[in-house]
């Protein structure tokens, strides 16, 4: 099948226009000529897949575990342009690596998580990838512009299993908790964390199956101050009924048996909350894609997060 076509179905929605799709093809082919261009101009002949990405094995490991669909990913990477600007570095081995979730939804850049499927766990990767399969036609500040080619490296540390995930967000609870002398949590047998700030209405009505709980909450991440998602204003509190089956996990948990005025704050593993959501690199890109209407997914993957709530109402 033509690569172009393949990367219309992924990229293009139903509602595009005949004349959309051609543009979209032709800047697919001026990228893919200005790779070409790049590798004659340097001497380089990479490995090309089916979907235009292009890429070196720049360090092998014959006996790691092929990566496959489905895999969680440690990673460290670098991302710049093939110009050489850099847009974000994370190759210090010391730390934890990043984690994201091999399949659908995946990474942004796409191509990070597309090129995962050619390396064994261990492995370090140089990625060519032309910008329809990096941040496109997006533009943040001086760091990334329009039409940007890449040029990534990426080293495949590590793939853990659900397992291990669980027993990183908890240690990582735990040192939160330690380091900020944080009193009063108590660990469930589901594995979040809670205090209960405020008990509420004494003789109140305690939330339970089926009555709809009105909030004021916020979340965040452990290591971010300003919240990812919040409802502030009583007049349009956040409402949740008990036993409905799109509550996010940790919800039911955390509001059942509670009364009007209750307050309460949870540190929350990602399992119990949203789980694999796409990964982001740079961090610091994900809030301005949100509010750009890029991208809906407020949290990143396999991470704990903080959610306060009031209780405003129980009906």
Known sequence: MNKYFIILLLTISISCSQEDNEILNEDMQRDDRNLQEFFA?????????????????????????????????????????????????????SRSPRLFYHGEGGTIPRAINFVSSFAKEGETLILYAPSYLGYGDYNFQQLIQPEDNLKIQIKFKKIFNELE?????????????????????????????????????TNGQKAEEGNIVRITYSISHLDEAQPVAQV?????????????????????????DLSKDAELRAI????????????????????DLIQSGRLSQTVRPFEPLIFQAKVIEIR
Do not use: C, H, M, W
Not at 243 to 248: L, R
């Open 165 to 201: 995930i669980q027993e990183i967000e908890d240690q990582n609870i735990l040192d939160y908790i330690a380091s900020n002398n944080l009193q009063g949590f108590e660990k469930s047998d589901s594995g979040l964390y809670l205090r209960k700030i405020r008990e509420g209405e």
């Open 232 to 256: 502030n204003s009583e007049s349009n509190a956040f409402q949740v009924t008990i036993g409905s089956d799109t509550n996010v996990p940790f919800i039911e948990e955390v509001l059942k």
């Open 41 to 93: 101009q340097n001497s380089i002949n990479p490995n090309e897949t089916s979907l235009g990405i292009f890429y070196e094995k720049i360090e092998s490991n014959d006996l790691g575990n092929q990566i496959v669909s489905g895999d969680i990913l440690g990673i460290y990477y670098e991302i710049s342009t093939l110009e050489g600007r850099l847009i974000d570095s994370y190759l210090d081995e």
């Open 268 to 287: 929350v593993p990602s399992y119990l909350a949203f789980g694999a959501t796409t990964q982001v690199f740079p961090f610091e890109i994900r809030r």
